[in-house]
């Protein structure tokens, strides 16, 4: 497909989720521009690149399919943009607590949309790398003495915590060497930003690995509708109904290491949009300066566009 960058810049500079999203991105971009705007930076310099919305005289139910030609890689990553768009919706749409499993499933989609996040994060740059036909250094170059230095990492980390894991579970949890995290650690390079997801990506996992795989965690009523929960920090204190029962009448315990359900709830998933938006940052510059300032020839037959001014 013969495009001009004047002709993309120009609908792109047009196109918005209010103004052109399917329904969802129209009726919900509210709920993730503010914390999350480059979700919606990228869809507007990439991801409508793949569309029939480069197409004139299309239908408007046609405008946004992807057209025939464009990479199956660079399809991924643009459903995985999003999916994970999709995925805070869901959680949003439990902050009112209308199911009853609200909680549990608000936290499992946090969860969900980190997973999604880091598969996105990786195929792009599994993408950028071979745009610039370099080699990823950690799937292709890593020595032995390195891969043991990782592996003995994990032991360091992990092995203690092995029986315990296999008397609960019935099970040893898997070594993965490597694993996506190690690939995108090269990624950003002490990317101070990827550490702050880190650090907040797995504390969402313990909570939701305990609110949604352990035996029913306690909650303290305190009024019709509104409950204390532990605080992501605590969690570990309180797994079970009973531990929360043993400190219930103690208020200082309670003020200390409580919180109202509800505003764990909003404090987390505010704070995973505004981390993602951060860690956006990066593949979206290196996306626009591979595409419109180097004209990267092997992206453009991805996209199957070719440039003509």
Known sequence: MKL???EIS???ELTSFENDGDTFERQYYHLVNPLFPHCQDFWKKLVILITNRMCTNMAPEQRIRPRAKVSSDI???SMLNYSVFMKLLYADNHLSGAAISSFEDFYSNLVSACDLAEEFLQKCYLLFRECVEEEVEFLERLSKNTFLAVAGDW???NYTELYANYYSKGKANPIRIPNRKHILDEYYQGNPPWKEYKVFSQS???FRNVIVHETLMGQIVISPGVS????KGKIKQYKRITDVLAIINNQ???QRDFI???EQMQLDINELKRILNLIWDKPLKEFVKLFYEDRNNILLKKFDIELVD
């Open 4 to 6: 001009s960058l004047s």
């Open 10 to 12: 120009r609908i792109s």
């Open 75 to 77: 399809l991924d990553i």
């Open 155 to 157: 032991y360091d980390r």
């Open 204 to 206: 969402l996992r313990t």
């Open 228 to 231: 204390l929960v532990p605080q």
């Open 252 to 254: 200082s315990i309670v």
């Open 260 to 262: 109202v359900k509800s």
